[in-house]
């Protein structure tokens, strides 16, 4: 006798377990379908299968994920600008720094962190026991010794613990949603299945690792462990999956290393000409380091964490909670959202959306069909007057109710005497009732099966002859529509049935109509779709969902048009990548898709420059969530591996929110982008000044007390302020900021070259004429307009193409209240005594401060004019649109 092969992952037919018959699957597995393996058979096995758990990765140690935070090229500047603020004595901006570097590590920590237990999360939904046949006897046992080939009892409220065969089933089901995105139960059998190419929520006789059996009760075999089931494969999607750097994190990490680089080059130019000038060596050594510490914006990750952190605690009023910050901005950057269907568009509840009776369709039904919608079910009423039972069932008896006939009323004056309770082989569920001296059966169920059981149709006049093609060719209509059509029959009894068998009961029936149920979408969502749309975004559809379910929720909510087409996940699979990426740009819905081609959906579009969301709630869009630029996860009816893979969690599970999201992500990356504006210009001013003066055979502008005094207080206060400028007009109907572009785009560097140019021209204006005219508070003068001028210049860069005096005064409090605070910190070291000899000033007089009060108004006035250029399309043209 040839000896069959052994059970090992080598031999295991992958993902054609469904095309087999029961009997097939038992003999590949070597088990007696009666008394099951035996306990030494199941310890070998273990042994060499290993346990049935989902492996986690090698986790890194705290330690090493904190010190990775350091390694950033950006942070190490800040650490060395930190150490030599120390050695010129400014202990101040030494603290200052290094509490930003630590800061900062703190927060990538933290994120790090949480996202190593996105696969802990997976385990946590893993059944803890499970009830096995081995040695023809019950054991209870822990579901990580499972083997393949284990026979496993399962019934309603059971975790399924492995990927099973089924092998005999009675009214099972199983809620699959987490999985295969599937909204509803899925009533299982043990039939094979044909296609070999099936999705898993095709595959009625197989139950998965993680699921929930939801009604009645299964025999199956394990046929497959731990991280080869379904569930495994999604945890090793998690593992190999890298997350995608932002693109404030990118753009960042460049300014940094270019700008590390370009100020180390001025500050050793300006040093070499002090001393050609023979100045002395050990001042100009401090000037030079001085200018390189107030040069590196080293408030710009502390002014990026802030106002990350203050949107994302604004968020949380409009319902998301981001989880990792800069997730805030990564929305302004988004081209597509690719979303889940169930539960995120849709309600995630079954509704009667269209009906069919008497040769008509509308909502005007028979008695005696809301009668049946009404009775034939198993519905009951909580303590709080809350519907429990089936979805589909609810939905009936919520359209019965709705049409004046509530179910728990008609049931007490027409109690059920017996039922035939639903099979997934028949697909019909039957209730009898006693009316008045005799009984009534309805039945419901699927209409191919139905329909043969039915002589008669009901119509206003009396039964009819009923005609079952024509009957068919509407219930095929409707689900055309994306509807899920069941089909409801009745039948009087004079006396009681002898026999209460479905082929005794169920036969002659009068056929009442068809209901047509869906989950429907979200009221919000179809507003929420249009303004996706004006922001320039394209909403997609990807779920595991029916195709016709699909693209009806997609045509109703404006995701796709009447034209559009479907892919499936069978469609999908047949495509190589290449040929797939030809047309990603244009699909809008995809249906039946596995988890793994959510990932090659998001991929591709990444491959063709798009920057990608992801919403989802299920296990199976976990992969998708880590894989997108950001993963979107919902949070009333998301799983926990989903909220622990996401970016972001949506609190109400209301897609509406993401706009919402969205529009606080421009306005936060706007800010971000003022502030880099902002600091870049006036170090720039700053470096103009001392480079400058020498070719202008003028001494020294500025100490180095003073070039770090006006690093601190006017990047300091002010730029921080910037955090909190409310969004501008129209900035939800400009399009996404290309995630590759520059963050010096749309005139940015123009304006840190001009007026950088001009503030420090205007300084040294200021310290020609007081120097020529043998005043000896030329210095002061200096230091005081450029200083103020810079306050001018963050009023006037709020707006990037509005005018100053166009906007709200009192919009940004916190900035005012900065510049206000400047100013008079500024007059405090001119005109405190103690603070004189400190800071090297000497009291203005009134005629010189009045000049210097003039002169710094300059840079805001030529801002102003700057801005209204651009309103005129003559300056900066591309940016017309993102203008103001």
């Known amino acids: 006798m040839k000896r069959k092969p052994p059970v090992t992952r080598k031999t295991h037919p992958p993902a054609h377990w469904h095309l087999l018959e029961p009997w097939q699957t038992t003999a590949w597995l070597r088990v007696d379908p009666q008394t099951g393996l035996s306990q030494r058979e199941a310890e070998q096995r273990l042994a060499e299968l290993g346990p049935n758990l989902i492996a986690e990765q090698r986790l890194r140690s705290p330690l090493a994920m904190l010190l990775s935070q350091f390694a950033d090229f950006m942070i190490v500047v800040l650490i060395l600008a930190g150490v030599v603020s120390g050695l010129v004595g400014e202990i101040a901006d030494t603290v200052t720094i290094m509490v930003i570097v630590v800061l900062n590590a703190a927060i990538g920590f933290v994120q790090e962190y949480r996202a190593e237990r996105a696969i802990a999360a997976l385990k946590s939904i893993a059944a803890p026991t499970a009830r096995v046949v081995r040695d023809g006897q019950h054991h209870e046992l822990p579901a990580h010794e499972l083997v393949p080939g284990d026979l496993v009892l399962l019934e309603a409220g059971n975790i399924v613990p492995a990927d099973i065969r089924l092998l005999d089933t009675a009214q099972f089901r199983v809620e699959e949603a987490a999985l295969t995105g599937e909204s509803q139960p899925v009533g299982k059998s043990t039939e094979a ?131 990792r910050l800069p997730a805030v901005e990564t929305l302004g950057s988004v081209t597509y959202i690719c979303s889940d269907k169930t539960g995120t568009l849709t309600q995630n509840r079954m509704q009667a959306e269209a009906f069919y009776a008497d040769g008509r369709t ?114 095929e209509r409707m689900a055309a529509d994306g509807l899920r059509v069941l089909a409801l029959a009745f039948r009087e009894w004079p006396e009681p049935p002898a026999d209460l068998h479905p082929e005794t009961v ?65 469609e999908l699979a047949r495509l190589s990548l290449a040929e797939f990426e030809k047309q990603v740009e244009e699909i809008r819905v995809y249906a039946r898709v596995a988890p793994e081609q959510k990932i090659k959906i998001v991929r591709a579009l990444q491959d063709k420059g798009e920057f990608v969301a992801m919403t989802g709630d299920g296990v199976n869009d976990a992969p998708a969530l880590k894989c997108a630029n950001i993963g979107v996860a919902m949070g009333k009816i998301g799983t926990d591996v989903a909220r ?98 520059s963050i010096f785009a749309h005139g940015m560097w123009q304006h840190i070259l001009w007026i950088g140019l001009l503030m420090g021209g205007v300084s040294l204006l200021s310290q020609a004429w007081a120097y020529h005219t043998g005043s000896a508070r030329w210095q002061s003068m200096v230091f005081t307009v450029l200083t103020l001028s810079q306050m001018g210049h963050v009023l006037a860069i709020r707006s990037e193409g509005e005018s100053f005096f166009a906007q709200a005064f009192f919009s940004n409090k916190p900035l005012l209240g900065a510049v206000l605070l400047t100013f008079l910190l500024q007059m405090a070291v001119l005109y405190i005594p103690p603070l004189q000899p400190i800071f090297r000033t000497e009291a203005l007089e009134p005629h010189e401060l009045a000049v210097c009060l003039v002169l710094s108004t300059v840079v805001f006035w030529a801002v102003e004019l700057e801005k209204w250029m651009r309103r005129r399309g003559w300056i900066y043209r591309e940016d017309r649109q993102t203008a103001g």
Not at 385 to 394: F, I, K, Q, V
Not at 460 to 475: N, T
Not at 687 to 708: D, N
Request: proline share 7%; aromatic share 4%.
């Open 644 to 741: 622990e893979a996401s970016h972001m969690i949506l609190l109400d599970d209301n897609f509406a929110s993401i706009v919402a999201a969205v529009r606080e992500g421009r306005r936060i990356f706007d800010n971000i982008r003022k502030f880099i504006k902002y600091t870049m210009t006036s170090n720039s001013a700053e470096i103009w000044t001392l480079f400058l003066a020498p070719f202008l055979m003028l001494p020294i502008p500025l100490l180095p007390i003073h070039i770090l005094w006006i690093n601190l207080v006017t990047d300091g206060l002010p730029g921080l302020a910037l955090a909190a400028e409310p969004q501008e007009r129209g900035i939800m109907q400009r399009p996404p900021r290309p995630p590759q572009e």
């Open 506 to 570: 169920e036969t002659g029936l009068c056929f009442l109509g068809f209901v047509g149920l869906m989950d429907p979408p979200r009221p919000e969502a179809a507003e929420a779709v249009a303004l996706c749309k004006t922001a320039g975004i394209k909403p997609v559809m990807i779920t595991g969902d029916h195709p016709a379910t699909a693209r009806t929720i997609a045509r109703r909510l404006g995701i796709a048009d009447e034209d559009d087409s479907v892919l499936t996940g069978e």
């Open 193 to 323: 299945i044909r296609n070999p190419d099936a999705a898993l929520g095709d595959r009625r006789n197989m139950a998965y690792k993680g699921t929930i059996v939801t009604y009645g009760r299964g025999l199956g075999s394990v046929i497959a462990t731990g991280m080869e089931t379904e569930l495994g494969k999604i945890a090793q999607l998690l593992r190999e999956e890298k997350e995608s750097r932002t693109p404030l994190q990118n753009r960042l990490a460049q300014l940094g290393k270019r700008l590390a680089l370009l100020v180390l080059a001025i500050c050793a130019i300006i040093f070499v000409v002090g001393l050609l000038r023979g100045e002395q060596p050990i001042l100009m050594f401090l000037t030079a380091v001085s200018l390189a510490v107030a040069a590196i914006p080293e408030a710009l990750p502390a002014v990026a964490t802030v106002s990350l952190a203050l949107g994302a605690r604004k968020m949380i009023r409009q319902h998301v909670l981001i989880r």
């Open 362 to 475: 509308g909502p005007e039904l028979p008695e005696t069909m809301l009668r049946a919608m009404a009775l034939n079910n198993d519905v009951r009423l909580d303590k709080e007057g809350r519907l429990m039972g089936d979805p589909t069932e609810t939905a009936l008896y919520e359209a019965a109710s709705a049409a004046g006939y509530p179910g728990e009323q008609i049931a007490a004056s027409c109690p059920r005497t017996a039922e035939i309770p639903f099979d997934s082989e028949r697909k019909l569920m039957t209730t009898v009732h006693r009316e008045g001296e005799g009984l009534v059966s309805y039945t419901k169920g699927a209409p191919e099966m139905l329909l043969p059981r039915c002589l008669t149709a009901w119509s206003g006049e009396g039964p009819r002859p009923i005609e079952i093609e024509d009957l068919h060719e509407i219930a």
